[in-house]
């Protein structure tokens, strides 16, 4: 059974138009471990019935600071449309949240001869962890979809990664723009480490590009979905258990 942790609010900022950056402390923290950031922790929400179980939602660890016993973490403002989004933007200092983890991170192999790492807002914070931990000579691509202009963020990354911004402002409907854009691109040379994460079907697409099309090992990449368009969180997760090709 992973660790729970009991902490509260410190603060809740607009990070950008589109997301919001929620800084969580407690002395609970003091046993949490080091090295964790572009792994996981999930949240717990309280069921609408008494005795029921909690809604757990998860969401990428971006920072972690021991000294002060703060975890930050970052949320796609959908506003109200689901419990982890409503709680995010209704959170204030002094709230409290209970955590359980942390999950594994997910980093790209550093030796890798090239990257190509690739993601919509769901996927940021952890395309953010990467581009910040890749090593300083590190050669390739990384494409960031964001609902508007204004959701780009200054990320420190490797001059030899050339990071591309794609702005799509509808995530209503069906689109092939971040999936286009990275079939497009051109190969460098040697093996690249690919890392996707964000729309399910994307992902799908993605996955088989990596791996069936450009035959990467499926040990040596991570393609995961991180939500899945008209469907909840629980729908999401049923359809990565039922996909054939997982």
């Given at each position: 059974m992973p660790?729970?942790?009991?902490?509260?609010?410190?603060?809740?900022?607009?990070?950008?138009?589109?997301?919001?950056?929620?800084?969580?402390?407690g002395p609970e923290l003091a046993g949490f471990p080091a090295d964790q950031e572009g792994g996981y922790?999930?949240?717990l929400f309280d069921p609408?019935?008494?005795?029921?179980?909690?809604?757990?939602?998860?969401?990428?660890?971006?920072?972690?600071d021991a000294a002060q016993q703060e975890l930050m973490l970052e949320f796609v403002d959908h506003g109200d449309g689901g419990p982890a989004s409503a709680?995010?933007?209704?959170?204030?200092?002094?709230?409290?949240?209970?955590?359980?983890?942390?999950g594994e991170p997910k980093l790209a192999?550093?030796?890798?001869?090239?990257?190509?790492?690739?993601?919509?807002?769901?996927?940021?914070?952890?395309?953010?962890?990467?581009l910040e931990r890749l090593p300083k000579n590190a050669q390739g691509y990384a494409l960031i979809e964001v609902l508007s202009e204004a959701d780009r963020q200054a990320i420190d990354h490797?001059?030899?990664?050339?990071?591309?911004?794609?702005?799509?402002?509808?995530?209503?409907?069906?689109?092939?723009?971040?999936?286009?854009?990275?079939?497009?691109?051109?190969?460098?040379?040697?093996?690249?480490?690919?890392?996707?994460a964000g729309e399910f079907s994307?992902?799908?697409?993605?996955?088989?590009?990596f791996r069936d099309e450009s035959g990467i090992d499926k040990h040596a990449m991570y393609c995961s979905c991180y939500w899945k368009m008209g469907d909840t969180d629980e729908g999401m997760k049923?359809?990565?258990?039922?996909?054939p090709e997982a």
């Open positions: 660790a729970e942790y009991d902490l509260e609010v410190l603060s809740n900022n607009r990070l950008t138009p589109n997301m919001r950056r929620i800084v969580l402390q922790v999930k949240l609408a019935e008494e005795g029921g179980k909690p809604t757990l939602r998860s969401y990428t660890i971006r920072a972690f709680w995010a933007s209704r959170a204030r200092p002094g709230d409290p949240i209970t955590i359980r983890g942390p192999a550093p030796d890798a001869d090239w990257f190509l790492l690739a993601g919509d807002m769901s996927a940021l914070p952890g395309l953010a962890v990467n490797p001059e030899g990664v050339e990071l591309r911004w794609l702005v799509n402002p509808d995530t209503e409907r069906p689109n092939a723009l971040l999936n286009e854009r990275v079939r497009a691109l051109p190969w460098l040379p040697g093996t690249p480490y690919p890392w996707f994307t992902m799908r697409s993605m996955r088989r590009y049923r359809a990565k258990k039922l996909d």
